[in-house]
């Protein structure tokens, strides 16, 4: 069964720091293209990051350029986001998403998401 | 930015309607969309890509079609199941970018 598993997720003051992870499992991690999306209470989804199959090209929107970086692990099945300079509008419910190989930025197996506060 | 609207925000059917949703996109995306659906505290579902393409073990009740700027999602004949909030995607080019979401509910 193809599987993603958020962790790391929890409570952080503005100008803090938190690295999520995300467990891959029933398929083969390195042939696949990943993603972070996140969702803010009641509301929509929002793209944060993209990461090619090996590693080497990673895409962000402007909110989180500079603050964020996606990594990935290949040998661990492991994507990674490094979320720095948090602030109370990254308060978020995170997941991680598998990419279709063939379409790339279409997401076909989602994580069950981990949550950011960050509030003082 | 590609900016998506929406429309309606919000849609109340019954069992058995056939709805239709719209995703207008703010500069030509090709066929470049997809749609998920998304039920209350839950991830988002793979529904559709290529605007048309219905993604494995999805009901064909569900469709999609549109090219450019214009896309619809419709489904033929509700089921309970399928009252959820919707999202389309484009992915013509980064940064990746959301509908704001259709939330379907039972009238």
């Known amino acids: 069964e193809v599987q993603l598993l958020e962790s790391g997720g929890g409570l952080v003051q503005p100008g803090g720091s938190l690295r999520l992870s995300c467990a891959a499992s029933?398929?083969?991690?390195?042939?696949?293209?990943m993603s972070w999306v996140r969702q803010a209470p009641g509301k929509g989804l929002e793209w944060v990051s993209s990461?090619?199959?090996?590693?080497?090209?990673?895409d962000y929107p402007d909110s989180v350029k500079g603050r964020f970086i996606i990594s990935r692990d290949n040998s661990k099945n492991t994507l990674y986001l490094e979320m720095n300079s948090l602030r109370a509008e990254d308060t978020a419910t995170y997941y991680c998403?598998?990419?279709?190989?063939?379409?790339?930025?279409?997401?076909?197996?989602w994580g069950q998401g981990t949550t950011v506060t960050v509030s003082s | 930015d590609i900016q998506l609207t929406q429309s309606p925000s919000f849609l109340s059917a019954s069992v058995g309607d056939r709805v239709t949703i719209t995703c207008r996109a703010s500069?030509?995306?090709?066929?470049?969309l997809a749609w998920y659906q998304q039920k209350a505290g839950k991830a988002p579902k793979f529904l559709i890509y290529?605007?048309?393409t219905l993604q494995s073990g999805v009901p064909s009740r569900f469709s999609g079609s549109g090219s450019g700027t214009e896309f619809t999602l419709t489904i033929s004949s509700l089921q309970p199941e399928d009252f959820a909030t919707y999202y389309c995607?484009?992915?013509?080019?980064?940064?990746?970018?959301f509908g704001q979401g259709t939330r379907l509910e039972i009238k």
């Open positions: 998403a598998k990419e279709v190989v063939a379409w790339v930025g279409c997401m076909d197996v």
């Open positions: 029933g398929f083969t991690f390195s042939n696949c293209a």
């Open positions: 990461i090619n199959r090996n590693g080497g090209n990673t």
């Open positions: 500069q030509g995306i090709s066929s470049y």
């Open positions: 290529a605007a048309s």
């Open positions: 995607q484009q992915l013509n080019s980064y940064p990746i970018t």
